[in-house]
């Protein structure tokens, strides 16, 4: 259902709201048009004229400064009229719906929408209720997805590993919470990765956390031996008060990524966090600004991502890309 | 009143162990004979019911009306045509309206409501605790002079296992039956879908099995305890099903029931993120589902009972876990058991039982059978006749179903309440 709502009959993407049903062809488009797209931020002139005279708007009903920020760069690298809109603080708040809220903007003439939502399932649902020719990104719902994140992680190892196929990837820390590791996990099982490894105590993982294709780690130290990529998840700090935690020391001390325990991962095994990092709870600094990190690459690749996900589903309603 | 004679349907009457073509014969609101033709039987009425089914009129264990409070989303008025369309005579009303059923006043506004609507079957189960807020009791004996027929918490937590136990003596004192639906509130962590496969693939906030089970546990030993009847409503998953099997074993004096949607649904057959299968106890798994049905037709759950909880479209526009749970489910309720029989899960007269004999039984109400003397509830239907759940054929005011647009198999025909029509 989900994979018929974002797909044209062409098999084309319509809208982008979660990994799950689009196949290795497609992941791989999106990638190589990210990848032309990386060559243009070093140029003189950043900008394509792709989307020029489309309105998108960003709604976010949920705070983010990387995510909203590299969706507006990469809407303006694109030529289209962009609007930020921060609900968290805004409509919602004053008891408006969450349809309203869409049925209003969508009166202004907006052909897309990228949402990011504190609940699983926002963007399908908005997804269903806007007009035809609005194609809508999902940046973030609940603890269900968030596919760009996915993507530019995948651009980003593609970018240093080459092959997908021979690696095997950790993703360490708050699984049951995070919409960034579920996604995660079905884009690289999707690009053929030999295995997906999840790391974190019972209480930071799903039930029947197995039936996503992964395999799974309570420690640390074992889980991380051969692994080729690392990727850190963020702790909030509520999981402390929800009992799911005894404190963020007792945390790092089980599964923080410390200098000593990334030696037990391949010699070339590369860091990633989705941001925003918790410095000496769920990573170690030196880890964090060391040689093996491609943090801050993930961020610049967030643009590119971006930029050809909005490109690429756009291109039904008739777009020069 | 009138006389009425239903002719050369097959009837099915459990409580009596009839299932044979034949007439049946009404006069003054009861039922005359259900064999020969009395003396000097001369009917104002005649109903063919060839090829058609005549059983007692279905006892609904569980219901949301909505009214008072909530008439946006349906009235008595709108969903007692509902039920009357759907072979329905007797409804049992939770107590979690606005206001709650606990005060006498609410109740009698009901039954109020439920005459001027000619509907006066409905029968509302009072709340345990004042306002259904968990702390202090409810005055149930004033409730049940009021014409409350049990008592419950609807989906309510009760504060502490304490209150409870002094709310289960209570009750017991004055011989009236708890109807619970076992749920631990901390267990079941505001989630909205069952712990498995399907919501952490979704990423949906879950609720597991033990959150039922649990709190049956607890319950049933306080049964033990108190003495206390306890009807278990709406349960969802196989070790529930287990339970109830060991405590009727041991002699306890619970009974329990299945909402049918749980018969025929699993989270696997749930669309992604749509809002029509949120419902509470959430969907659980084939194996659960399997199990329900087993124990139906071993006579485990006595009863099934249509959860009907009507929405407006609103409480179903959103993202999933901020929609509102429940299924209108009345109008489903005929063609869905008659899919049971279809499956091969319960004979016809054993499905019929567990709508009409089997929850009289638990209620402790003279209806649910065709015997001479007691009011003439009856639903006639024909069982292969087809129709579309669609905005022509729905009544309900609530078209939160999930099997909109689908066409059903058996519909209700004629419906007496007391010797008197009230759908043909």
């Known amino acids: 259902m989900s994979a018929i709502l974002q797909l044209t009959p062409e098999g084309k993407l319509k809208h982008f709201l979660t990994i799950e049903g689009l196949d290795k062809s497609l992941l791989t488009e999106i990638l190589d048009l990210a990848e032309s797209f990386a060559g243009m931020s070093d140029q003189q002139v950043k900008k394509v004229p792709i989307l020029r005279g489309k309105t998108i708007v960003n709604l976010f009903f949920e705070n983010s400064t990387r995510t909203r920020t590299t969706f507006e760069l990469a809407a303006k690298r694109l030529s289209a009229d962009v609007l930020s809109i921060n609900i968290a603080t805004s409509a919602t708040s004053k008891g408006e719906s969450l349809l309203d809220t869409i049925r209003n903007l969508e009166a202004m003439f907006v052909d897309m929408f990228v949402v990011r939502h504190a609940l699983s399932g926002a963007a399908h649902f908005i997804a269903q209720q806007v007009a035809p020719h609005i194609s809508v990104i999902n940046a973030g719902d609940g603890q269900h997805a968030h596919p760009t994140q996915a993507m530019l992680d995948m651009f980003t190892i593609r970018q240093i590993k080459k092959d997908f196929a021979p690696l095997k990837v950790a993703i360490i820390g708050d699984i049951l919470h995070s919409r960034v590791a579920r996604s995660e996990i079905v884009a690289l099982n999707a690009l053929g990765v030999t295995e997906v490894r999840v790391i974190a105590p019972k209480t930071l993982l799903p039930a029947h956390v197995e039936t996503l294709g992964v395999k799974v780690f309570y420690n640390l130290n074992e889980g991380l031996k051969d692994v080729d990529v690392v990727m850190m998840l963020r702790l909030q700090k509520e999981r402390m008060s929800s009992a799911l935690l005894p404190s963020e020391s007792e945390y790092f001390k089980c599964f923080g990524l410390t200098e000593d325990k990334l030696k037990l991962a391949k010699p070339d095994a590369i860091v990633m966090h989705p941001g925003p990092i918790n410095r000496g709870v769920e990573i170690d600094s030196k880890v964090a600004d060391g040689p093996q990190s491609v943090i801050l690459k993930q961020v610049s690749n967030g643009i590119a991502i971006r930029m050809a996900v909005m490109a690429m589903a756009m291109q039904p309603q008739g777009t020069s890309a | ?424």
């Not at chain 2, 049992?92 to 006066?120: F, H, N, R």
């Not at chain 2, 041991?250 to 696997?268: P, S, Y």
Request: with cysteine; aromatic share 4%.
């Open chain 2, 1 to 424: 009143m009138k006389r009425i004679q239903i002719n050369h349907g097959r009837i099915i009457d459990p409580a009596n162990g009839i299932d044979r073509i034949g007439n049946v014969y009404i006069a003054d609101g009861k039922i005359l004979s259900v064999a020969s033709r009395p003396d000097g039987f001369d009917a104002d009425i005649q109903i063919d019911a060839n090829e058609q089914i005549v059983c007692p009129g279905f006892i609904d264990l569980s219901t949301r009306l909505r009214e008072p409070g909530q008439s946006r989303k349906a009235t008595i008025k709108s969903e007692t045509l509902a039920a009357a369309s759907a072979g329905v005579t007797t409804l049992c009303l939770q107590p979690d309206t606005m206001p709650v059923i606990d005060a006498p006043a609410v109740a009698e506004l009901i039954k109020d409501l439920a005459e001027k609507a000619g509907y006066p079957q409905i029968h509302p189960i009072a709340a345990l605790t004042q306002k259904l807020e968990g702390t202090e009791l409810s005055a149930m004996l004033s409730l049940k002079q009021a014409g409350c027929i049990a008592v419950g918490h609807a989906n309510e937590p009760v504060k502490n296992l304490l209150i409870l136990r002094r709310a289960m003596e209570y009750a017991a004192s004055h011989d009236l039956l708890l109807m619970l639906r076992p749920n631990d509130y901390w267990l079941g962590n505001n989630g909205c879908a069952h712990e498995g496969a399907l919501a952490t693939r979704y990423g949906l906030p879950s609720i597991p099995e033990a959150a039922e089970t649990i709190a049956l546990s607890q319950c049933l030993e306080l049964a033990e305890l108190t003495g206390c009847r306890v009807h278990f409503g709406q349960l969802s998953c196989k070790r529930s099903v287990i339970k109830i099997q060991q405590a009727k074993n041991d002699g306890l004096r619970v009974t329990a029931n299945v909402a049918m949607h749980q018969l025929h649904l699993t989270e696997n057959d749930m669309t992604p993120f749509d809002s029509a299968y949120h419902v509470l106890p959430p969907l659980r798994t084939e194996d659960d589902k399997q199990y329900l049905r087993l124990g139906v037709a071993a006579g485990t759950l006595d009863g099934i009972c249509s959860d009907h909880q009507p929405h407006d479209l609103d409480a179903k526009l959103g993202a999933f876990p901020e929609t509102e749970p429940g299924i209108s489910a009345l109008e489903t309720l005929l063609p869905l058991l008659l899919k049971l029989v279809a499956d091969g899960a319960l004979t016809l007269p054993e499905g019929v039982a567990a709508l009409t004999s089997k929850p009289a039984e638990i209620l402790g109400l003279q209806r649910g059978a065709l015997t001479p003397g007691l009011p003439a509830d009856v639903c006639i239907f024909d069982p292969k006749a087809q129709w579309r759940v669609d905005a022509d054929h729905w009544r309900s005011q609530g078209a939160n179903t999930p099997y909109w647009g689908q066409t059903m198999q058996g519909l209700v025909t004629h419906t007496l309440q007391a010797g008197r029509v009230i759908h043909s």
